[in-house]
T-cell receptor, first 114, second 108 residues
Framework: DSGVTQTPKHLITATGQRVTLRCSPR?????VYWYQQSLDQGLQFLIQ???????AKGNILERFSAQQFPDLHSELNLSSLELGDSALYFC?????????????FGPGTRLLVL | SQQGEEDPQALSIQEGENATMNCSYK?????LQWYRQNSGRGLVHLIL?????REKHSGRLRVTLDTSKKSSSLLITASRAADTASYFC????????FGRGTSLIVHP
């Protein structure tokens, strides 16, 4: 158990819909990362937040957005869903911004768009 | 980007054998980390090697780093069935970029 929690574990929805994925980082971790893992694209970095502020952006679509709240939990919002958005979405946390910090990954949310 | 590319894509060995996986990256890094992922689960950090280090050991793991060739290798000695997983490398950078990983299967 990494100490990072993600909800829900599974999500099935239809194209065009909007969903929210939630992540609670490990106690004391200020940095949260979001990743998307699909069979054809591998593990893709989406976005990073540090202490409530966006710090780095990867391959995140405009239909996707995220935020980190004062209690440090984070939400990833996916809208106008397409079939290709079906994937595993991981959240990871680390203590701070340093790239030497180990990232602790949550169990993931499996999203299926029908 | 600091993309890590793992090689081979898949590796199948017998329990007790050694497993070697390689990683290549494109630009300068401060450190390189290896992670492991069991099927459908989150990644677990294995080991970090800094750019001024050439080799590092942790239990049955041995990691090497060659910054001149922009490559790293992960050796798992005396493999076990429980080592069956995917292994990823990532270079420490502004944008953490993982490769597609090496899928290791260890047959009992």
């Amino acid at each position: 158990d990494s100490g990072v929690t993600q909800t829900p574990k599974h999500l099935i929805t239809a194209t065009g819909q909007r969903v929210t994925l939630r992540c609670s980082p490990r106690s004391g971790d200020l940095s949260v990362y979001w990743y998307q893992q699909s069979l054809d694209q591998g593990l893709q970095f989406l976005i990073q937040y540090y202490n409530g502020e966006e710090r780095a952006k990867g391959n995140i679509l405009e239909r996707f957005s995220a935020q980190q709240f004062p209690d440090l939990h984070s939400e990833l919002n996916l809208s106008s869903l397409e079939l290709g958005d079906s994937a595993l979405y991981f959240c990871a946390s680390s203590v701070d911004l340093s790239r030497e910090e180990t990232q602790y990954f949550g169990p993931g949310t499996r999203l299926l768009v029908l | 980007s600091q993309q890590g590319e793992e090689d081979p894509q898949a590796l199948s060995i017998q329990e007790g054998e050694n497993a070697t996986m390689n990683c290549s990256y494109k630009t300068s890094i401060n450190n390189l980390q290896w992670y492991r992922q069991n099927s459908g689960r989150g990644l677990v950090h294995l080991i970090l090697i800094r750019s001024n280090e050439r080799e590092k050991h942790s239990g049955r793991l041995r990691v090497t780093l060659d910054t001149s060739k922009k490559s790293s290798s992960l050796l798992i000695t005396a493999s076990r069935a429980a080592d069956t997983a995917s292994y990823f490398c990532v270079g420490g950078s502004y944008i953490p970029t993982f490769g597609r990983g090496t899928s290791l299967i260890v047959h009992p």
